[in-house]
């Protein structure tokens, strides 16, 4: 077994240990890759975001990201945009998100990873969005517009109440940094293959393959991929190498284009088989 293996062992069997890291030991030892959904939750509505949560949880997912909406979703693209204003106009909140998550934790065994801009923590208050998170099972969360030098106030709560912050690098970031972020980060780092917003792409991106080996030479931290995933072939193409994949806006179209919240289910049901059956 290697070291990274070990390590993960390790901390699997560790007490109290983060869900997050205990599915990603497990997929570690036995040769697999993560399989990281995204949706926004109260698209189209909270009833049928619990339903594709459900139904991503049987279908093969591994760890389940679920978006809180925001008026402004600086790193989304067109897609999530979109998905966020279709929920917020349903009077999607924070606390109303966590309350979903309460009703669903025990029916779900996967970790459960909130996707969210810093407004809503902070209206909420970080001591209390944390112990409140935690209460409900939350297992990480991931907050892309704040860095970890800014981002202290609110992260660190989470963190000491046994969420997992996660941390973004990109093809961009300075070796000094992706160093610092391997670190600093918990659960995985996430690592964005693209420069620019969120959306599913044609192709994956040059080069992005050596910079997650990189990435994952710093540290047995795994390394998870998303930003532009959108397709079996492109989930089992970075599944190769990378520890995760995170797909999202691709979900979140077929969620847009479902003719019933009946169908969007099945749709996000059936896409999610087809993915794990491409990555395994």
Not at 105 to 127: C, I, K, S, T
Request: glycine share 10%; hydrophobic share 45%.
């Amino acid at each position: 077994m290697s070291d990274r293996n070990i390590a993960m062992s390790e901390a699997s069997g560790a007490a109290k240990t983060n869900r997050i890291d205990q599915r990603l030991a497990k997929l570690r030892e036995e040769g697999g890759t993560a399989l990281i959904p995204f949706i926004t939750a109260g698209d189209p509505n909270m009833e049928t975001t619990e339903a594709i949560i459900l139904v991503m949880a049987e279908a093969g997912a591994d760890v389940i990201e679920i978006g809180v909406p925001f008026s402004d979703p600086t790193a989304e693209g067109p897609t999530i945009q979109r998905s966020s204003k279709r929920a917020l106009e349903q009077g999607t909140s924070l606390r109303g998100i966590l309350q979903m998550v309460a009703r669903i934790r025990d029916r779900v065994e996967q970790p459960l990873v909130l996707m969210g801009y810093a407004n809503p923590v902070h209206a909420m208050g970080a001591e209390a969005f944390a112990a409140a998170a935690a209460e409900v099972g939350v297992d990480g969360i991931i907050i892309p517009d704040l860095t970890p030098e800014d981002g202290a106030a609110y992260l660190d709560p989470s963190r000491d109440a046994g969420i997992h912050p996660i941390l973004l690098a990109a093809p961009t970031t300075r070796a000094d940094r992706l160093e610092m972020l391997v670190k600093e980060t918990r659960g995985f780092l996430y690592y964005v293959s693209v420069q620019g917003v969120t959306g599913a792409r044609s192709d994956v991106a040059d080069g992005i393959e050596a910079k997650v080996k990189h990435a994952q030479s710093l540290s047995d931290m795994p390394v998870c991929v998303g930003f532009g995933v959108g397709t079996p072939e492109q989930a089992a193409t970075i599944g190769a190498y990378a520890d995760g994949v995170v797909v999202g806006s691709a979900i979140v179209d077929l969620i847009e284009a479902a003719d019933s919240d009946a169908s969007a289910v099945d749709d996000v049901g059936r896409f999610i088989s087809e993915l794990k059956a491409a990555m395994s």
